[in-house]
């Protein structure tokens, strides 16, 4: 059975940093390319962060770049997700996802709050 | 970066008949390899997001066949040939062509 567990939300100042993890099971996560994508509270999805399957190459939306640092470790099937100099607009719904043949996976989520 | 846009942003429906969400975006979502990367995903209320469609028309696994997706270039649609009470939720077009990768804005479909 698929699941995909985030941790690593909180509550962290402007300009602080945190580290998200997103621990994947039950499927070949090594062979899937992962991505992050954030709900602020009551608003739509945006798509923040992509990396592929093997770790060797990422993209951005244009809001994270210089900041967020997607990255993977295959041998523990874990997706990380690296946020520095955080802003108030970057409080929302962390979660990470994988499209995959015949569907997705997601998880429920972490929340992200910035704020003094 | 590109821009989805979609229409209506509310779908108020009746039980049992049919529903059409629009979906246009600034540039064609045609890639360099033929295929258009155009998903279509549903998010319940207080659930997390899922994909239904993914490259324009295909169900993903599990998706009842009452929902469909068409279109082709800029312009694609969503239909719902029979609302159920369980469709209920915001549904988002999303683009995998072009990086970036983006959503649009989101269709609230509810019953009337």
């Known amino acids: 059975q698929v699941q995909v567990v985030e941790s690593g939300g909180g509550v962290v100042q402007p300009g602080g940093s945190l580290r998200l993890s997103c621990a994947a099971s039950?499927?070949?996560?090594?062979?899937?390319?992962m991505h992050w994508v954030r709900q602020a509270p009551g608003k739509g999805l945006e798509w923040v962060a992509f990396?592929?399957?093997?770790?060797?190459?990422?993209y951005y939306v244009d809001s994270v770049k210089g900041r967020f640092t997607i990255s993977r470790d295959n041998s523990k099937n874990t997706l990380y997700l690296q946020m520095n100099s955080l802003r108030p607009e970057d409080t929302a719904l962390y979660y990470c996802a994988c499209w995959a043949p015949g569907g997705s996976y997601w998880g429920q989520g972490t929340l992200v709050t910035v704020s003094s | 970066d590109v821009v989805m846009t979609q229409s209506p942003l509310s779908l108020p429906v009746t039980l049992g008949q049919p529903a059409s969400i629009s979906c246009r975006c600034s540039q064609s979502l045609v890639h360099s390899d033929g295929n258009t990367y155009l998903n279509w995903f549903q998010q319940r209320p207080g659930q997390s997001p899922r994909r239904l469609i993914y490259?324009?028309?295909n169900r993903d696994s599990g998706v009842p066949d009452r929902f469909s997706g068409s279109g082709s270039g800029t312009d694609f649609t969503l239909k719902i040939s029979r609302v159920e009470a369980e469709d209920v939720g915001v549904y988002y077009c999303m683009q995998g062509t072009h990086w970036p990768q983006t959503f649009g804005q989101g269709t609230k479909v509810e019953i009337k």
């Open positions: 490259r324009v028309s």
């Open positions: 990396i592929r399957y093997d770790g060797n190459k990422e």
């Open positions: 039950g499927f070949t996560f090594s062979t899937y390319g």
